[in-house]
């Protein structure tokens, strides 16, 4: 029988889609990564013919309540960069991540702690106390507006932990503390916090073929692409189509027990979402959680199939538990004594996340550099004491160059420079002006940050 591939070409009037490489099988697609030896991935080419610019592509990692300060530290620049106990999962990338302190969210002062700390943390927004939700759109979906029109997602809005309902006692909605994408000044972007429901979104697997793997169904036309490229681009493709197999192995392991917990909540009419883990499907150990979280953004990215992410790795007030750092109390009640070495090791932890996912990235060649030199990953937390519910300055990591738009290596601190210069909207005034998006302003910030 006679093998081929698809090639989906010239985008659709109703959906700008650039044109990519497919493969189809029953009820799934996968994009693959860019393949030199066939040029009608999404980049543009030169009068040469060679590859214009590659994709840039923004993800940001959240973690609630502070860090440990006192080790969270980079000195110095480049591979002679010092780091902080804190910081050391970072030590192999350190020459491309720049350290930022000193940055604040002027409408998250001031106003009561956590809620108001948090939901604004990507758009700068002033939050509205009561039972109606109003703060504006955030960061990240600017940004889907402005590009994701060339990618089949515009946006991925993945978490780690359930969203909260109800009201704090600063009679701000929880809501503000479980989500940090906003569509709009009122609605925040649905979260996806099932791994298996994100990864079919990753390679649109639908209906009762879900739990046949994906690799399988397009085994045929996988086997006739391989034999029509490049010896280089066969080796990228068998190790795309390698770490889609794990990941899928690990994934069937959740849908598993999703479908469990789906039956047994209707048993008992209650809604999934009030059942706290594991019963609630989520994977028992959040150290698996997250990782799947990050491999499915990374396919995403790797494949283009999204340009913008958003992982929540824990809200606010979160409720996360940590045996495996040897840490007694849940993430939150831990915050509040920050400068301990049982909530360094917290901080540690999250830190790795932001690590593995950079790291994951730069594995991944993409023409004279890595899919990381073409991406920004920003790791954030809405607080820098928990103890103090100190958001006067917040703890900022950014991995990756932006295809060369942004230097690598550095350690900036604008502590000192005066709160119109240490504006958190300028920074993403900047991040968003290399990808394309040019504003005027944005949340608090008419200006971009100096020195980015």
């Known amino acids: ?22 493969l189809r099988g029953a009820g ?10 066939i040029p009608v991935w999404g980049v543009p080419l030169a009068k040469d013919g060679t590859p214009g610019p590659f994709p840039r592509r923004f ?11 006192k080790h969270w530290w980079a000195k110095g620049s480049g591979a002679d960069m010092e780091l902080g106990k804190s910081l050391e999962p970072m030590a192999p990338l350190k020459a491309k991540m720049n350290c930022i302190t000193g940055l604040f969210n002027k409408h998250a002062t001031g106003v009561g702690i956590h809620p108001g700390q948090t939901g604004n943390i990507l758009s700068g927004a002033s939050l509205t106390r009561g039972a109606v939700l109003k703060g504006d759109i955030s960061m990240d979906q600017v940004l889907a507006s402005h590009i994701g029109q060339e990618t089949v997602q515009p946006s991925m809005v993945l978490g780690c932990e359930q969203p909260i309902t109800g009201y704090h006692e600063t009679n701000f909605s929880m809501a503000y503390s479980s989500h940090i994408s906003w569509q709009s000044a009122t609605s925040p972007v649905p979260m ?15 209906g009762n073929r879900r ?47 999703q479908s469990k917990a789906e039956q047994n909540a209707k048993n008992r009419g209650r809604s999934l979402a009030l059942i706290p883990r594991p019963d609630n499907g989520l994977p028992e150990d959040i150290r698996e959680h997250m990782r799947l979280m990050c491999d499915i953004i990374a396919l995403g990215f790797q494949t283009d199939k999204t340009r913008i992410a958003t992982l929540l790795l824990c809200r606010d007030l979160s409720g996360l538990f940590y045996p495996f750092l040897d840490v007694r109390l849940a993430h939150h009640p831990a915050s509040h004594d920050d400068q301990s ?20 990235l730069d594995a991944m060649p993409e023409g004279e550099g890595t ?42 601190d604008y502590t000192d420079k005066g709160d119109d210069n240490r504006k958190l909207c300028s920074m993403y005034l900047g991040l968003m002006d290399r990808m394309g998006a040019k504003l005027d302003r944005f949340g608090d910030a008419e200006a971009i940050l100096a020195g980015l």
């Open 1 to 22: 029988m006679k093998t081929s591939y698809l090639l989906q070409d010239q985008p659709s009037v109703r959906c700008r889609i650039s044109r990519r490489t497919l």
């Open 28 to 37: 799934a697609a996968m994009t693959l990564p860019w393949l030199e030896s």
């Open 59 to 69: 993800a940001a990692l959240f973690m609630g309540n502070g860090i440990n300060s």
């Open 192 to 206: 996806e916090v099932y791994p298996s429901l994100a990864f079919d979104s990753l390679f649109e697997n639908r």
């Open 211 to 257: 739990n046949q793997s994906i690799l399988d169904r397009v085994q045929e036309q996988a086997a006739g692409l391989s034999s029509r490229v490049s010896s280089a681009d066969k080796a990228k493709l068998d190790e795309y189509l390698t770490s889609v197999r794990e990941v899928e192995k690990r994934i069937e392991q959740t849908r598993t027990s």
């Open 341 to 360: 070495d049982a909530y360094e090791r917290v901080s540690r932890y999250y830190c790795s996340q932001l690590a593995y996912l950079a790291a994951r």
């Open 371 to 412: 899919v990381l030199d073409n991406s920004c990953l920003m790791f954030i937390s809405n607080m820098w004491s928990g103890t103090k519910h100190d958001s006067s300055k917040v703890p900022v990591l950014l991995a990756g160059g932006l295809g060369g738009t942004l230097e690598t290596g550095r350690v900036l």
